[in-house]
């Protein structure tokens, strides 16, 4: 809920890179107590450019006098809606990103009251959806707050060489997610290890009580000593890297399951 006052501010959702020339499909939903309240919708960049942004609207949920991209404002890309009717109201925002890898951004709602009395305004966090990527592996919530909420997604792997361990790290910006193995540091991992040679897809379960506006993302590390295995490989692309025992392939697969330059 956005608190009282005459300009208030939450984040409600964060994401990574996007996908390359992909459509990031969010709705952003509102129930309208009274009638022309500003909100300014801000996503802020927080690294290179995003292109092509189109907003549109349901007009049977509300009306939107006013609803358009001002442009690039300090790094941010804005929208102002100004509903006409009570009611609910949704504003489904689509990006299309030429090139935000690297380069996570964050959605701000500014909810401007004109009017004496504030803080009527909700926001519905189930019905966000997030499509997102992130250097390392990033997954981010459509119904945050939710104790029976399940992320799963896969890490899969080709071992060229028997006997190599994995860590898989999840790492939270808020803390609150709880998973199979906390760290002191308060990353949480689990342990993999490769026993034979082929290829391995790792299901990742993680159970989170609330992680409403906290990214985090998944880190493989590999155990052996080798030290230029302590740190590997961005999804967007196929890398080799030598180990003492060989060399180990990850194939990193997409949001609809294509492998990414193979």
């Not at 964060?14 to 939903?29: E, I, K, R, S, Y």
């Not at 379960?205 to 230029?228: C, E, K, R």
């Amino acid at each position: 809920h956005i608190m009282p006052g005459p300009a208030s501010t939450q984040t409600i959702f964060a994401v990574g890179d996007g996908l390359f020339g992909g459509l990031l499909n969010n709705t952003l939903a509102f129930t309208i107590i009274e009638r022309d309240e500003f909100f300014n919708i801000l996503w802020q960049c927080q690294g290179t450019d995003m292109y092509r942004i189109t907003h549109t609207g349901r007009a049977d949920l509300g009306s939107f006098s006013k609803l358009r991209a001002i442009g690039k404002i300090a790094g941010c890309v804005e929208v102002v809606y100004i509903p006409k009717t009570i009611g609910s109201a949704s504003i489904h925002v689509h990006f299309q990103s030429m090139h935000i890898s690297g380069s996570p951004f964050v959605v701000n709602i500014v909810a401007h009251h004109t009017s004496a009395v504030a803080g009527h305004t909700s926001m519905d966090p189930s019905q966000l959806v997030c499509v997102a990527g992130c250097p390392w592996r990033e997954w981010c919530s459509s119904g945050a707050g939710s104790a029976e909420l399940i992320l799963r997604d896969d890490l899969r792997l080709k071992v060229h060489a028997p006997e190599q361990k994995f860590e898989v790290f999840w790492n939270s910006t808020s803390g609150n997610a709880s998973a199979i193995y906390d760290r002191a540091d308060g990353q949480h991992r689990v342990m993999f290890h490769a026993t034979v040679s082929g290829v391995y897809s790792l299901r990742v379960y993680l159970n989170s009580l609330h992680i409403h506006g906290s990214p985090f993302s998944v880190q493989v590390h590999a155990a052996p000593a080798n030290p230029l295995l302590s740190r590997i490989v961005l999804p967007h692309s196929t890398k080799n890297i030598a180990g003492e025992e060989g060399s180990v392939q990850y194939l990193l697969f997409d949001d609809f399951g294509k492998e990414i330059n193979k």
